[in-house]
């Protein structure tokens, strides 16, 4: 079985999942999205994927399509129904089925989906050597503070990073200031100190992100948020990415060149073990 879904009230197979071409979404990706993970089969810190699903609504102007309430009881729903050990929920939000044309459509009906696959993880050796990363120029529209569904620049710069034979690719804006990967947040660390770009239109402020600021000072690790250069990302001790379905993963080569050592750094990994320690086995991990 390759998952489950649910189109507008509706449970069914991922197969039998149809959304109609006049669809908003489909014409001109006017939607936004959250992915979320589970940790023994729940779902993980739902609260803060409602709250940053919030701001993505807002920013494009499009109402909630259900109370946010039913909408994570549908993701625990979601988890319940999952045939997989671990699962990874996609939500996604349109402004619905429309004639095409730029204006909103008076009153639409928002289309909802949520579906559950297996939850894949990054290759096992990858995660013992370390991932490598590319640095590609950022072609993005300048609201990625928004998780919407119009990723094609981010699906161009993935499919360079495989041809590459990398993992991720980071994106640099026009000044040279590196703001993230496409589908993972970015963390540097030097002269010790953990650092990340700052919160802004062109960062997606990430779940994993956000706790990992939050863990760090906690297992007496500094950490901030600072704009980073691409000379700084050269010269950085350790590289790391943070995602949903990544967790910590270290970087160890970029644009070919070895990160510090050429193997995951000391910091990347108490964090990852920090993080396991204190998300991923409490009981209750919704709530974090």
């Keep these: 079985m390759s998952g489950i879904a649910y189109l507008n009230g509706q449970w069914m197979a991922l197969e039998e999942a149809k959304v109609s071409v006049e669809d908003r979404g489909f014409q001109f ?34 109402a909630w399509p259900v109370a946010s309430e039913e909408l994570a009881g549908l993701i625990e729903e979601a988890a319940r129904r999952s045939p997989f050990s671990e699962s990874f929920i996609y939500l996604q939000i349109t402004r619905g089925v429309a004639p095409r044309r730029k204006e909103y459509p008076p009153g639409g009906a928002a289309t909802l989906v949520v579906t559950v696959r297996k939850l894949e993880m990054p290759p096992a050796e990858i995660c013992e050597r370390g991932a490598s990363i590319i640095t590609v120029e950022d072609l993005r529209w300048g609201r990625c503070d928004l998780k919407t569904t119009q990723l094609l620049p981010n699906l161009l710069a993935a499919n360079r990073a495989y041809r590459a034979g990398a993992f991720e690719a ?119």
Aim: proline content about 8%; charged content about 25%.
């Design 170 to 288: 980071a994106f640099i804006g026009p000044g040279g200031d590196v703001r993230e990967c496409c589908s993972a947040n970015l963390f540097v660390v030097l002269g010790g100190e953990i650092r990340t770009p700052p919160r802004g239109p062109h960062i997606l402020p990430g779940i994993t992100r956000e706790l990992v600021l939050e863990l760090a000072p906690a297992v007496g690790l500094r950490a901030g948020e600072y704009p980073l250069s691409r000379a700084e990302l050269g010269q950085a001790e350790e590289v790391f990415l943070t995602g949903t379905s990544l967790g910590i993963l270290p970087v160890t080569r970029v644009d070919g060149l070895p990160v510090g050592k050429g193997r995951p750094g000391p910091i990347a990994l108490q964090l990852a073990g920090q993080f396991e320690e204190q998300f991923v086995r409490r009981k209750d991990p919704q709530k974090s």
């Design 29 to 62: 990706a006017d939607g936004v999205y959250e992915a979320i993970r589970t940790y023994g089969g729940r779902p993980f810190a739902v609260d803060r994927h409602l709250a940053r699903l919030s701001r993505s609504l807002d920013g494009i102007e499009l």
